[in-house]
């Protein structure tokens, strides 16, 4: 009795176990195949903008990287000439060090500032849809309306220079002088103030209110609140608000060209202005080459922010 009972239990386990895997690996084979349509349609959903990149953007960038290594006229190869030539251009470097000022100044002063603003935003009780409706405004604005604002404060004949000799005060030459790098980094700051405190704020709405609850009751004041629970929990928005940053600082040429021109002051001649007069003169080996080295001077930043963001996770 003893044995058949113990026989009929291996047996009826045994079966049970069988059972089991047969239907799990049956679950499994499904949720594969299904996965995989579920990625082919995905894939198929992508293949227009895939095939959009590869042609106007993957497969002419390799014929620059090409034709960077080639002579302007015939197929001759020359090497690193091309880039030797721009490397030793004096204008080159004029407008990749105004670009990088430009980048080193702005982006520090647009993120502490937006920063402020959301804080200072997230306090507001009434209205607070309206104030963020006003900091918003500017990115409605478009570029060509804001720069001929800032022209019409900033001219030599402006309203900012008639102001000053109501006030007994001398006129400055705003843009055709070193300032004219000031009133460019303002136009873009301004700008773009109201898109990063947006972006702040999404990161600290993420935050928990109990936390700040609990160090309250703890005695901690609003700096410490600040400094311990605000700073350490907004890395990730961080990285995410630096990148798009830098990213739409390389639109400030449109602002740059409208305000002063092909060849503007040499404060704020950066390398889109560099790229548009080659272009015109049809300079192709420089700027194959100053595109190729743009373009990994570019890479390398971007890839210097991924991981950044990933030691932050």
């Known amino acids: 009795m003893r044995n058949r009972n113990k026989t009929g239990n291996r047996n009826k386990t045994g079966n049970r176990n069988k059972t089991g895997n047969r239907i799990k690996i049956g679950n499994k084979n499904r949720m594969s195949q299904r996965e995989f349509r579920e990625a082919g349609c995905g894939y198929l959903f992508l293949l227009p ?10 497969i002419p960038f390799l014929d620059v990287f090409r ?20 490397l030793a251009n004096e204008a080159f470097r004029r407008a990749a060090g105004n670009t990088a000022r430009f980048m080193l100044v ?13 804080v200072l935003v997230r306090q507001v009780t009434h209205f607070q849809r309206w104030v963020k409706t006003g900091f918003l405004l500017p990115m409605a604005i478009p570029a060509a309306s804001v720069a001929v604002f800032f022209r ?6 402006g309203w900012l220079n008639l102001l000053l000799g109501e006030m007994g005060l001398a006129g400055q030459d705003w843009l055709t002088s070193g ?33 700040y609850e609990a160090a309250r009751v703890q005695g901690a004041g609003a700096w410490d ?28 040429f449109r602002e740059a060209y409208l305000l002063a021109g092909e060849y503007p002051h040499e404060s704020i001649y950066m390398l889109q202005h560099l790229f548009n007069n080659w272009f015109v003169n049809l300079d192709i080996q420089k700027m194959t080459a ?22 932050e996770d």
Not at 70 to 75: E, N
């Open 49 to 58: 903008s895939l095939l959009g990149t590869a042609g106007f953007v993957l």
């Open 67 to 86: 034709r960077s290594f080639l002579q302007a006229v015939g197929s001759g190869f020359v090497g690193l000439e091309n880039y030797r030539l721009v």
């Open 106 to 118: 702005c982006l520090p002063i647009l993120l502490a500032l937006s920063l402020g603003t959301a």
């Open 152 to 157: 019409m404060l900033f001219d030599g004949k």
């Open 179 to 211: 300032r004219a790098f000031w009133v460019l980094s303002a136009c873009y700051i301004w700008k773009n103030l109201g898109y990063d405190m947006i972006l702040w704020l999404a990161g600290l709405g993420a935050i928990p209110e109990e936390q």
């Open 225 to 252: 609140c600040f400094r311990y629970i605000t700073l350490p929990q907004l890395k990730e928005t961080l990285f995410v608000t630096a990148l798009l940053s830098f990213v739409n600082a390389f639109r400030a």
């Open 290 to 311: 100053a595109a190729v080295m743009l373009v990994m001077g570019t890479g390398t930043v971007l890839l210097a922010f991924r991981k950044s963001g990933d030691g």
